[in-house]
RNA sequence: GGGGGCGUAGUUCAGUUUGGUUAGAACGCCGGCCUGUCGAGCCGGAGGUCGAGGGUUCGAGUCCCUUCGUCCCCGCCA
């Protein structure tokens, strides 16, 4: 670079610049040769940049710029000028202007790029995973990535603004039973001994409550070990934070304002305050999944009175051994559904568990099914039932609940999707109240916390602990985008005794509750103040907010779904050095 | 642990259903021409372990088995 500076970025000339000396650096996106006159756009993260070497005006430049080629690093001195008329490129910002060359410098060439760095081509992710470094120079990922910078520098300026403090927790925790497997790292100078890599700081910011730190935020990575998926990576960021001397309504009213702020300033879209509630029971009937996508309405509904008698006998047992029978109307969709399509939404819900998926079609005719002549009478109060009109089409989940609702709020998702319900630039917020305290595993032969195991119950829910767990509500809440779930929280158990009840209801002995949780217990017994807390998945957020598919595209270096980092390889092997220091010896076994 | 998709030139793909001559296209790359382009244009050229291994066959990119990579989903993720 010698004595070179950047006086400008790529994106920042305009006509008023005309006349100025100018030293632009970057890299060299595409290098247009006319045999005379030679165009580089030179990029860097701000834009591009159309730079011009022309024999006659400056011969020496132009010999240099012969050989440059696209992805080199380049310097250039030169005059700012108004680009001849007819060549204005109105698609660019800097499209009217351009850069005479007086001086150039390569700074660096280029190995010819694995793929193209363009807005135009698209490589396959595992190529672009295993060149990282290059992907990331692409706009999209620029973009995506400055997009997430906005959404977590609106979070703390938000936060510091209501007067939270930013205070981290360590990594090297100690690992818990309950909840996702933990990462481990064993510890060198306690040989046989591991950490764990925090699942959330949980345990940690109730701690700052006990400590006194009544408003607490931190926007941390958190690390769970199970199995990837499009919205999840192995670690991952939250925004957690933990108030002290509130109630729910306070919270939610705090973090409306949040997402009010970071659409306003991000997206510059205008959000209403009193985001829609609804009772996880109602989210599960109404839309057979605790993230509801409401978006649009397409409700899914019950209808076992409906079949408990009907002449179909699939439907008549599945009533009779306790399963539901669930109903969509696929409004319109007679038009726009072909048998094939049909048979590829059946396909979607055998996947999921179905046994098949009925459906009437509604016609001006009448009604066209495969089951309706078993349905008899019952096939008009169904559809009468479903405001079905000539045009529809009604399908039909019939199993064990949980099932049901799993394949029915694909189809639901899947229908709402095809039939061109979901519009882009929707955002649709919704808060799920009152979880279930706890879960039934049935193979544990135990209880789960459904939300984590310092979830406070509902007051009025306390004295079920002994009489009836399972029909325990939780002070819990979420926070769904687009049906998404993007954060969850809720009021925490800030007296011992409760906390210590909640432990016995999981099933923990006393010895376990105490080696794992001990230290927690004898906390809240210091004047633990009524607390409660959320933590947002930040990924998540950015992934909506710039239009993603996958959580991968936010984040800077994602790893495939084995876990894996292309570019860098890990996870590795590691010296037998290293392994002797921890005391540490493996033994690769098969798993069953 | 399970279900499904994909893997062919540097990249994105076609070809695989129904096995048959020398495996194609576009972009990129290299060379030539070209002084106002902006996904420049024109002409020419190089470039292939058809993911890997095994099998069937006179013959396999194509059929079978095994395996690896990658993506989506179920389980799992308090």
Redesign the pocket.
Known sequence: MGDWRRSHTCADLRPENIGQEVCLMGWVQ?R??????I?V?LRDREGLT?V?M???YNKDVHAVADSI??EFVVAVKGKVGM??E????D??PT?HV?VMVDELKILNNSN?P???I?D????????R?KYRYLDLRRRKIQNNLITRHNIVRNMREYLYDKGFLDIETPFLTKSTP????DYLVPSRVNPGKCYALP??P?MFKQLLMVGGYDKYFQIVKCF?D???????QPEFTQLDIEMSFIDREDLMELLEGLFIQIFDRVKGVKLDRGFPRMSYDDAMEKYGHDAPDTRFDMFLKTINELVADCGFKVFREVVAEGGVVKAINAKGAGQKYSRKDIDSLTELAV???AGGLAYIKVNEDGLQSPIVKFLGDSADKIVSEMNGEPGDIIFFGAGKKDIVN?YMSKVRLRLGKELGLIKEGDYSFVWVLDFPLL?YDAEAKRY??????FTAPLDEDIPLFDTDPGQMRAKAYDLVLNGSEIGGGSIRIHRSDVQEKMFSALGFTPEEREYKFGFFIEALKYGTPPHGGIAFGVDRIATILTGSD?I?DVIAFPK???A?D?MSEAPNNVDEKQLKELCMKFEVVE?D
Request: proline fraction near 5%; glycine fraction near 8%.
């Open positions: 595409r247009r040769d006319h045999g005379g006159v165009f756009d159309q011009v022309s024999p006659e080629r696209n680009r001849p007819g060549t204005l490129n698609k660019l499209g351009e010819t694995p793929f193209m363009d135009f081509t698209n490589a396959n992710e595992d190529i995973l309950e909840g996702a497997r699942q959330s949980q769970r199970e199995d990837l998926r499009a919205d999840r996947s999921l568990g799993l879960d789960v916390a459904m939300h984590h195991p996958s991968r495939t779904q084995k894996t292309q798993s």
